[in-house]
């Protein structure tokens, strides 16, 4: 409703960071802390910064993700909130997380059509697929989640919203 609502000329698109640069933001943490912070965090700066380096990864987990309104435990949701409902885009999400690697498996797993889902989820980079080296522009490959953080997120937070919320 403001003057300027919706007149946004630009968009840019931030990834995260991989664990090399990551690691530098948590100075004073040995190379075990930094990847244990990085397999729950991932590259997101703001996660990174609430990552205490002098609690233990025990701590910090109960902390940001096991307790409600904890960062870890709120950010996925916040990460899938562009990916619709409709679709089952989700449902294509939750069947590549769960292990299903291939085209074939995740429309078995999804129990639907799985071309338009998979070109959205490829263009917003939550699901990449990756090819053997040398392999034909259009050989089967793998889907997978790219994000350490969203792996995190699906494994240990997703499930159990309800048991963190009480």
């Given at each position: ?11 840019m698109?931030l990834r995260?960071f991989y664990l090399p640069t ?8 040995t190379a075990?802390?930094a990847?244990e912070?990085?397999?729950?965090c991932?590259g ?7 990552w205490d380096v002098?609690a233990s990864?025990?701590?910090n987990?109960l902390r940001?993700?096991?307790?409600p ?9 916040r ?5 619709p409902?409709e679709g089952?885009?989700?449902r ?7 292990g299903s690697?291939r085209?074939a498996?995740?429309?078995s797993?999804?129990g639907?059509r ?10 917003t ?12 522009e259009?050989?089967?490959g793998r889907?997978?989640?790219p994000d350490?953080?969203?792996?995190f997120w699906y494994e240990?937070v997703?499930g159990?919203?309800?048991?963190i919320?009480s």
């Amino acid at each position: 409703s403001g003057a300027l609502f919706g007149r946004a000329d630009g968009e840019m698109h931030l990834r995260p960071f991989y664990l090399p640069t990551a690691e530098r933001a948590l100075p004073g943490c040995t190379a075990a802390q930094a990847v244990e912070a990085y397999a729950a965090c991932g590259g997101y700066p703001r996660h990174r910064s609430l990552w205490d380096v002098s609690a233990s990864t025990e701590e910090n987990l109960l902390r940001m993700a096991a307790s409600p309104g904890g960062v870890l435990t709120l950010a996925g949701e916040r990460l899938l909130a562009d990916v619709p409902t409709e679709g089952g885009h989700r449902r294509v999400l939750h069947a590549i997380r769960t292990g299903s690697h291939r085209r074939a498996e995740i429309g078995s797993m999804a129990g639907q059509r799985v071309d338009r889902p998979l070109d959205l989820l490829l263009r917003t980079t939550l699901v990449r697929h990756q090819r053997p080296l040398g392999a034909p522009e259009r050989s089967q490959g793998r889907y997978e989640l790219p994000d350490p953080y969203l792996r995190f997120w699906y494994e240990m937070v997703w499930g159990d919203q309800d048991l963190i919320e009480s």
